[in-house]
């Protein structure tokens, strides 16, 4: 019966079938009329872009929730709150281009929870599309509460040209780290490394800053077999210059094709305030200088 041209035709409508969505509720939520929340529930939202092949763009969604947002409720001896994400892409023509949705879970003990609750709880997705103008809207909801909360942010994926010399978005992290078995198949993994992203750019005095960069079409240099460009980080406070470092090739492994930059900036000694991360980006064969806005974050250091 299984081979019968009726049931092979069932089977591959059914493949071709998009998955049902878990959380029609919050579907429901983007296109009906949109109602006032008493306790709308706050999150921060990024779009980074990093390339995966000529047509293809890994797109990360990264979305970041205080957790004294949320509630926290005893389960099974801890402390958990849990919180459902629905996410839309809709390209610029009115197509849908995907969707995301899952169920998050903080947890901590009894001991930690005041600790946990100055923390905020960070969940990603990452997905593949070809350049182009998208929409994503965005809706979390906490579970034991119901509060909710909605988030709508046009964005472009870049085109990436193959022979020019281009980046990814600059990610500033509040962990940066190389990645081992464990992390494979898990969130924040990009190419060999985990890379939470810091939305709120802050961090505590002492805590570092992770930079993590991607560098497309660098040349290489035929006699150092090295990469022909000159990278340098230029920290900024109050508007003056109070460090310029130029990064070290040595222990390159990446291929010419994309250089990947991760560095753990200490911040141990760096006086509390607000700061500017530039990176500048010198093409030694074709002369060609980047410094663009993506090439730049900001971010901030307290008690």
Do not use: C, H
Not at 71 to 87: C, S, V
Not at 91 to 98: F, I, L
Not at 240 to 253: A, F, I, M, N
């Amino acid at each position: 019966e299984q081979d019968t041209p009726f049931r092979r035709l069932e089977i591959l409508t059914g493949l071709s079938r998009p998955p049902a969505v878990k959380f029609s509720d919050l579907q429901s939520s983007l296109t009906d009329s949109p109602v006032i929340d008493n306790n709308p529930l706050d999150f921060d939202l990024r779009v980074d872009f990093f390339r995966q092949s000529d047509d293809r763009v890994i797109t990360a969604f990264t979305i970041q929730a205080s957790n004294k947002e949320l509630k926290f409720d005893p389960i099974g001896g801890l402390e958990t709150a849990r919180m459902n994400i629905f996410g839309r892409i809709t390209a610029v023509s009115g197509k849908r281009s995907g969707i995301f949705e899952d169920s998050v879970t903080t947890n901590a003990t009894t001991e930690e929870l005041a600790d946990t609750r100055d923390k905020k709880s960070v969940y990603q997705k990452a997905i593949a599309l070809t350049p182009g103008t998208y929409k994503v809207d965005v809706v979390v909801r906490d579970v034991s509460t119901g509060n909710k909360g909605i988030k709508n942010v046009g964005f472009t994926v870049p085109r990436y040209d193959e022979k020019k010399l281009s980046t990814s978005s600059l990610v500033l992290a509040s962990k940066l780290r190389t990645t081992n078995e464990r992390d494979i198949g898990q969130m924040f993994v990009i190419g060999n490394a985990k890379v939470i992203p810091n939305l709120g750019g802050v961090y505590k005095q002492g805590q570092e800053v992770g930079l993590y960069l991607q560098v497309y079409n660098a040349q290489i240099d035929q006699t150092t077999l090295r990469p022909a460009v000159d990278v340098e980080y230029v920290l900024y406070k109050d508007g003056k210059e109070v460090l310029r470092q130029p990064e070290d090739w040595s222990g390159l492994s990446d291929s010419g094709q994309r250089l990947t930059l991760a560095r753990l900036l200490p911040t141990t000694t760096m006086p509390l305030g607000d700061y500017e991360i530039k990176i500048i980006i010198k093409d030694r064969v074709g002369g060609q200088v980047l410094n663009s806005d993506n090439l730049k974050g900001k971010f901030t250091i307290v008690q």
